[in-house]
């Protein structure tokens, strides 16, 4: 079965980090570009970053540039989110998709995502 997991995820204190992982089954994510999304309670899905497969460029939102780093480990078939000085509106659950844009990620190919929560 192809399919992208994302874990990582957890409870964490303003200021504190978390690194996410998205590990690809049934496929090697060599070729593909990663991107990761969030979905924060009552707001629409957004992109966060994306890491290029052909030259490994990477992609911020103004939102989390300077504070989150992504990464790739072919090696291991996964696709990193290290996210330091986490913020309250950090809280989201968050996703990947072979994709840096939502608009290409088919409607049921998401997967269950991994929950974030920043609180004090």
């Known amino acids: 079965q192809v399919q992208l997991v994302e874990s990582g995820g957890g409870l964490v204190q303003p200021g504190g980090s978390l690194r996410l992982s998205c590990a690809a089954s049934g496929f090697t994510l060599d070729y593909d570009t990663i991107g990761w999304f969030r979905q924060a309670p009552g707001k629409e899905r957004e992109e966060v970053s994306c890491i290029s497969s052909s030259d490994g460029s990477t992609y911020y939102a103004d939102s989390v540039k300077g504070r989150f780093t992504i990464s790739r480990d072919n090696a291991k078939n996964t696709v990193f989110l290290q996210m330091n000085s986490l913020k309250f509106e950090d809280t989201a659950v968050y996703y990947c998709?072979?994709?840096?844009?939502?608009?290409?990620?088919?409607?049921?190919?998401w997967g269950r995502g991994t929950q974030v929560t920043v609180f004090s």
């Open positions: 998709a072979a994709s840096c844009f939502m608009i290409f990620v088919p409607a049921g190919s």
